[in-house]
């Protein structure tokens, strides 16, 4: 299907372990983001990529790690996930620098 | 990181009431302005994006208008309806990058 998918939708998952959270999408879009949505902070941008092996922190990169070997995947990896990890985290994805950004479903993350 | 401040925090009117809401952003080195409808348990949605000074613009019974020189931007609801219940999200671009930067929105609930 068309659009931009986000895997899994629910994840549980103990403090110290690696954690992948996969985003997918279909429009060759060149611009991907990563949130977390947290009570209190609302959207704060993990990290963001302009185009396939280019990518920069945004405003809480801190114990995450991004890659984009290509145009369409924006894998976001907790390396040894902690507590404070637990959100829920929304990746994104836009044509141009100031278009509308499209949101995946998001993916409820809880470490325990 | 570029803080965008919105206001007020939350608001229930009744059915029929119109409300607007504010946001609030660095008047330098402007890019973007976006909005967002946000519901629960869904994705956010993109309702507008604003580039110029004095943009308006309307969807329906909402419209948002957008002052660049003094750093704000308002988002109004004619008639609201229960289904206009959302958080609504605003975000600016800064002149240097395609990030967007989130206010933490305002959670709107309209009661019949």
Redesign the interface.
Known sequence: DAGITQSPRYKITETGRQVTLMCHQTWSHS?M?W?RQDL??????IY?S?AADIT?K??VPDGYVVSRSKTENFPLTLESATRSQTSVY?CASTGT??????????TRLSVL | ILNVEQSPQSLHVQEGDSTNFTCSFPSSNFYALHWYRWETAKSPEALFVMTLNGDEKKKGRISATLNTKEGYSYLYIKGSQPEDSATYLCAFIHGSGYALNFGKGTSLLVTP
């Open positions: 611009y983001f949130y209190g902070h609302g959207l704060r941008l963001y302009a920069d945004g405003e929304f620098e100031i278009n509308i950004q499209y949101f995946g479903a998001g």
